[in-house]
């Protein structure tokens, strides 16, 4: 029964994990790029520790006023802002849905990673915890303790009918 109420619950954990890396890697080779949402400046329509799906394969020139895009402002730092206008030199004006104003800077096409098409609620903060180094971690060990639980058993049974064998042998 045990095993049984065990095999259940290492499936399960399993299909959560392969569905929960599926959502993050798979729609890399789409083109789509997952972004973890770090700020309350697009809530209510993306919250914070959402995943942020961004098209990355859309044509620049047709981003208008109203789409969320998600553009570098530095090496490593991303947004993802409203378009509120496109400027005659096709930068765009950008504002987060709860900023009173308009960002500061112009953003230029160069800087557009993509148009955001959907986002996942919450799922950013497992993304970021699984991809710290204690996640990491903890994920592989709870990798090794399921497999040495399943597989346990059977070891456990071997040694035990070859010690039968060897008693009924003597």
């Known amino acids: 029964m045990v095993r ?6 290492s499936t399960i954990i399993l299909v959560v994990l392969v ?37 990355k394969n859309v ?3 047709n981003i208008k006023a109203g789409d969320a895009i ?13 378009v509120v206008k496109v400027n005659s030199d096709g930068t765009f004006v950008t504002k987060g849905d ?7 800077a112009p953003v230029n096409k160069a800087n557009v990673i993509g148009v955001a098409v959907f986002t996942i609620p919450y799922l950013g903060y497992i993304a970021k915890n699984i991809t710290s180094k204690t996640g990491i971690i903890l994920l ?31």
């Open 70 to 82: 998600t553009f570098k402002i530095s090496e490593e730092a991303v947004v993802t802002h409203r």
């Open 19 to 55: 569905a929960f890396a599926g959502m993050l890697f798979v729609p890399r080779i789409f083109g789509i790029e997952p972004l973890v949402v770090l700020s309350g400046s697009m809530e209510p329509t993306y919250h914070v520790g959402s995943v942020v799906y961004c098209n």
């Open 140 to 170: 592989v060990t709870l990798i090794l303790v399921i497999l040495l639980l399943t597989f346990l058993p059977d070891i456990l049974k071997m040694d035990e009918d070859d010690n039968k064998e060897a008693a009924g042998d003597a």
């Open 4 to 9: 049984k109420v065990f095999n259940i619950l």
């Open 59 to 61: 044509d620049k020139d």
């Open 98 to 104: 709860a900023n009173n104003t308009d960002d500061g």
